[in-house]
Structures are given as structure tokens and as C-alpha cells.
């Protein structure tokens, strides 16, 4: 029986109703990866969507750096636990972006280049513009990941991340499956387990396609799930 060589990274990019752009974001990212790692997985969620997204992704199935996977939509924060728990079984690296073209790949060589020098990267967004009410919750959760957790992530929700394997897998039974907001509790958890950060710039642009998901209430009712997430996991069983 030969043995498994695992990937050097494996790339989890969640998807909901992006048939406007998933095409051009995955080709860019499947051109970037190509010329930074040598061996990879992207793997695709598909979360559910309800308009074109599923025939977009039809291009990319069946390719042998690629892994579509459809399923019933659960929300944005499990679907990246589920490609998190799938990436630590096989790959050495874990990467995780979104879709929406918000943060394009220009600067993920530079996290790939440094990746020795930390066990997690995490990008700090720049000339974010957000609603106001974004902008508070974005805020709250800066604020509560320092004060319950210590400091070490400056954009804790930051869809652009690069984490070691072996230091993210004995984290992420820690994580329930309904966790709303996964990377702002991972980003607490790998201060107070004293791994070590590195925080990048990464540049970001304003949605170009689609709409952003959350009505301004669901958004605010989301906002206080995450948060009472947040503190409970704090003090939930150890690792």
C-alpha cells in the first residue's frame, strides 16, 4: 500500500449565491496557487446557493487540484468549519477566503513566503468601508476577543488566513457546528494558547457582484449570537 502524501495546503473558500463572479475568483486563485505551492487542494462549499453559483462551479469539477462539494445551506460560519475539518486531514497549511472578490489572491504569496514564521498569518483588511452597524460589531468583536482571550489578531473576522494544521486542528473541537462567526473565536483561542501570530495587510475593495446576505436586523441578531458564542467558548471545556 503506497503512502499518503499529504497536500502542502488545502485552500476553503465558502460560497453563497456568487454565480456573478465564482468563475474569475476561482480561476484567480487556481492561477495563483499554481504559481506559489506545490502541491494543493482548493476546495470549494457550495452553501446552499440559490441562483447560478452551482452550474458556475461546473467548469472546475473534476479537476484534481479542485473539490466541489454541494450541500444544504447551514450558514457561512459552519461551512468554513466543515472545509477546516476536512483541510487538517490532509494538508500541512490551511488557507481560508470568501468568495465575493472583496480580497483578491495578489497578496497571498507574501503569506505563502512567511509561513514558517508563524503558526497563523491573518489579514488586516485595508480602507475597509462599512455601514455604520458593521462597523460596531466589527469593533465589538476586536473588543471582546482582547479583553476574554488576549491580544494577537488585530482583524479577527478577516476572511484571509493562513494556519498551520497541526496548530489548528486541536482547536477546532472547540468549535461547535453552528458556530456563527468561527475565525473571530480561532483568532481568540490562538492568542490564549499562545501560538504565534503574524498580522499582513491585504487589500481590499468594495462587492462588486451580488448583495450581502444579512438584512440589517437578521445582521444585529447574528451579531449577538457570535458574541454570545464568543464568551461562552471562553470558558467551555479545554482543548
Known amino acids: 500500500m503506497g503512502i499518503h502524501m499529504r497536500n502542502d495546503?488545502?485552500?476553503?473558500?465558502?460560497?453563497?449565491?456568487?454565480?456573478?463572479?465564482?468563475g474569475p475568483v476561482v480561476a484567480a486563485w487556481l492561477e495563483r496557487l499554481q504559481e506559489t505551492v506545490p502541491k494543493f487542494r482548493l476546495l470549494v462549499i457550495n452553501d446552499g446557493s440559490r441562483d447560478g453559483t452551482t452550474r458556475a462551479l461546473d467548469p472546475f469539477r473534476g479537476r484534481p487540484d479542485v473539490d466541489v462539494i454541494d450541500k444544504a445551506n447551514s450558514g457561512h460560519g459552519p461551512t468554513i468549519l466543515m472545509g477546516y475539518r476536512r483541510a487538517v486531514e490532509n494538508s500541512?497549511?490551511?488557507?481560508?477566503?470568501?468568495?465575493?472578490?472583496?480580497?483578491?489572491?495578489?497578496?497571498?504569496?507574501?503569506?505563502?513566503?512567511?509561513?514558517?514564521?508563524?503558526?497563523?498569518?491573518?489579514?488586516?483588511?485595508?480602507?475597509?468601508?462599512?455601514?455604520?452597524?458593521?462597523?460596531?460589531?466589527s469593533a465589538a468583536s476586536r473588543g471582546t476577543v482582547r479583553a476574554i482571550y488576549r491580544g494577537g489578531v488585530r482583524d479577527v473576522n478577516c476572511p484571509f488566513r493562513l494556519m498551520r494544521a497541526s496548530a489548528l486542528a486541536p482547536l477546532l473541537p472547540k468549535l461547535a457546528d453552528d458556530t456563527f462567526a468561527p475565525n473571530v473565536i480561532l483568532s481568540g483561542l490562538f492568542a490564549l494558547h499562545g501560538l504565534h501570530i503574524l498580522n499582513l495587510p491585504v487589500a481590499y475593495r468594495p462587492r462588486r457582484t451580488g448583495t450581502v446576505s444579512l438584512a440589517k436586523f437578521s445582521l444585529w441578531k447574528k451579531a449577538f449570537k457570535a458574541f454570545r458564542q464568543t464568551v461562552g467558548n471562553r470558558w467551555s471545556k479545554p482543548c
Not at 488545502?10 to 453563497?16: D, F, R
Not at 497571498?108 to 513566503?113: E, G, K, L, R, T
Not at 512567511?114 to 503558526?119: H, L, T, V
Open 92 to 137: 500541512n497549511w490551511v488557507f481560508q477566503c470568501d468568495s465575493d472578490d472583496e480580497i483578491p489572491p495578489d497578496d497571498f504569496p507574501a503569506f505563502w513566503q512567511r509561513r514558517d514564521e508563524a503558526d497563523a498569518i491573518i489579514g488586516v483588511r485595508q480602507n475597509r468601508a462599512q455601514p455604520l452597524a458593521r462597523k460596531i460589531i
Open 9 to 22: 495546503l488545502t485552500l476553503v473558500m465558502p460560497v453563497y449565491n456568487e454565480a456573478e463572479c465564482i
